[in-house]
């Protein structure tokens, strides 16, 4: 797999620099998406401010089921590898969940709760029709508080956005990641 734009060469500028510092743990390089939007530094912004990784309304796992459903669904190993890597672990997935994560039923699982299976549902939903239909908003509404419904729905658009650029730009997954199983 050949990547279609090079990662940007260091020394990269003071304030990205410090932001890559900040998202990777000690002693790992930036990831290959990182230093690929870094060609644009505009855009590398904006995308870091855009990130949803930080401490927000949701579990760390409801988040990681987001992510990586979405990105599963989308096709982008690259990101979903990281965060399987990353994270998978940390929030309790095995093997079952991870091949849950990227099945088409993946919904229908037994690795899942009534409550993790809500969020993929409405992953799955959004991603099939951009949009959420009544029974199943009734389902979040009655689960979810307004401010990690608005979190759900963003985290879910952003992570297609990621999955849409790490498809495009053919990045090869990190050393580390995990496959698709």
């Known amino acids: 797999m050949t990547a279609r734009i090079a990662p ?8 990205m620099e410090e932001t890559l510092e900040k998202l990777m743990p000690p002693g ?13 530094p505009r855009v590398f912004r904006r ?3 855009g990130g949803l990784l930080d401490k927000g309304s949701l579990t ?3 988040r990681e089921i987001v992510i990586d459903r979405a990105t599963g669904l989308c096709g982008a190993e690259y990101e979903w590898g990281v ?18 994560l990227v099945a088409p039923d993946g919904a229908e699982a ?13 992953v ?24 990690q419904l608005i979190e759900l729905l963003v985290l879910t658009g952003f992570y297609h956005m990621v999955s849409f650029t790490v498809n495009a730009l053919n990045l090869a997954p990190e050393a580390y ?3 698709f199983p």
């Open 8 to 15: 940007a060469p260091r020394p990269y500028e003071k304030d």
């Open 28 to 40: 790992v390089e930036p990831l290959s998406l990182f230093r690929t939007l870094a060609v644009n």
């Open 47 to 49: 995308f870091m401010a």
């Open 60 to 62: 760390l796992r409801d």
């Open 83 to 100: 965060h399987m890597a990353l994270f998978g672990e940390r929030v309790g997935f095995g093997e079952a969940e991870a091949r849950a």
């Open 110 to 122: 037994a690795c899942w709760s009534v409550h993790d299976r809500l969020l993929i549902r409405m």
């Open 124 to 147: 799955d939903q959004l991603h099939e029709t951009a949009t959420i239909d009544d029974v199943l908003w009734a389902e979040l509404a009655e689960e979810f508080e307004a401010e």
């Open 177 to 179: 990641a995990q496959r």
